[in-house]
């Protein structure tokens, strides 16, 4: 079992950042950590994604040179780091862990959010 919880979200202007954290816990060993958004009315949609090792990441293009994601394994923390946000980046974000891909069904466990809101 894994357990993710997320923290850092907020209410932030458009242009502004935010960093995003998810503390990981349980049997993390291996697992891909990822980002997910999913915004009122619309389907959950992937964010970025970072391999075990952290060598390897992914982006959606909407996110792409604007967020980073990182983790820091001695601590089982995972991070995306987000500027020049804009109103459309507003979302509750998800971190969660599994196979890795962009496609939810990927992930075998999930966070319960953190909004962000970014005001124009």
């Known amino acids: 079992q894994v357990q993710l919880v997320e923290s850092g979200g907020g209410l932030v202007q458009a242009g502004g950042s935010l960093r995003l954290s998810c503390a990981a816990s349980g049997r993390t060993f291996s697992y891909t950590l990822g980002w997910f958004r999913q915004a009122p009315g619309k389907e959950r949609e992937f964010v970025a994604y970072i391999s075990w090792s952290g060598i390897n990441t992914v982006y959606a293009d909407s996110v792409l040179a604007r967020f980073t994601i990182s983790r820091d394994n001695a601590k089982n923390m995972v991070y995306l780091h987000m500027n020049s946000l804009k109103p459309e980046d507003t979302a509750v974000y998800y971190c969660?862990?599994?196979?890795?891909?962009?496609?939810?069904?990927?992930?075998?466990?999930w966070g319960r959010g953190t909004q962000v809101t970014v005001s124009s």
């Open positions: 969660a862990a599994g196979n890795g891909g962009p496609v939810p069904v990927h992930y075998a466990y």
